[in-house]
């Protein structure tokens, strides 16, 4: 069983580092890499030299204007982060999170890693689209790595899981809601809200809209559960009879 969930790079600044970080990812068999605003457009012509020889990975690389577009087709999402978000998110180490993958790829859904800037990681709001928090067990004096080392850690430890892993029952027959659905149900949970006046600050309104979303992932809702609740909110949204 190839294990192969999307590495997502968000803003990466250096063409260098997506090179590095491209043949990290093929030294274990990951060939989906995506690109969220990469700072110095896409392709990068110092991508290609920094790969040695992982141009497949450089070339099949998607670009993407934002995390949540990123992130549309996936069922679970890793952040990969060393700082304390403050945010009701369950917390995995790349083994953890490598058998994650693996019972979620037995049931036919799709995972991905979100992996941050060179200079300042991901932000609250690109961790705000994941459903677990990815940190490294490393010194507690030294603990920066590079995007490549990251990376690496994560697939070396995909590469490792067993192929003869069973089929894992999901909760829900037909599935977990993928990011598309949820992100539209958190879109219309917020919308109607704003229309009702609960947004009355426009300083909290970003954390708010963040606290909205992660109750959505943290609740695992599936398609059908999504479905239902969109039609809640839509009849609870029209006038009284």
Excluded at 7 to 32: C, H, S, W
Excluded at 57 to 83: I, P, Q, S
């Amino acid at each position: 069983m190839k294990l192969n969930p999307a590495i997502i790079l968000v803003q990466p600044q250096l063409g260098e580092n997506i090179g590095k970080t491209a043949r990290a990812m093929l030294n274990f068999g990951l060939t989906d890499m995506r690109l969220v605003a990469p700072r110095d457009g896409w392709p990068n012509p110092s991508a290609g030299p920094a790969a040695a020889g992982a141009d497949m990975v450089l070339d099949n690389a998607k670009t993407f204007d934002t995390v949540a577009d990123a992130v549309a087709d996936c069922h679970r999402v890793f952040a990969a982060t060393v700082r304390d978000r403050d945010m009701p998110k369950p917390v995995a180490t790349p083994g953890e999170a490598a058998k994650m993958v693996s019972e979620s790829f037995a049931s036919g859904l799709q995972s991905a890693f979100l992996f941050g800037r060179e200079a300042s990681g991901l932000s609250n709001d690109d961790v705000s689209h994941a459903d677990t928090v990815l940190t490294v067990p490393v010194n507690p004096s030294f603990g920066s790595l590079n995007l490549a080392q990251a990376v690496i850690l994560v697939a070396y430890e995909l590469f490792n899981i067993s192929d003869e892993t069973k089929p894992h029952m999901t909760a829900h027959p037909e599935g977990p809601a993928n990011k598309t659905e949820t992100e539209d149900l958190h879109q219309h949970l917020a919308s109607e809200l704003d229309n009702r006046g609960y947004f009355r600050s426009e300083d909290r309104r970003a954390t708010q809209e963040r606290t909205l979303r992660n109750l959505i992932l943290n609740a695992g809702f599936s398609s059908q559960e999504v479905h239902t609740l969109r039609g809640v909110i839509k009849s609870l949204s029209r006038p009284k009879r």
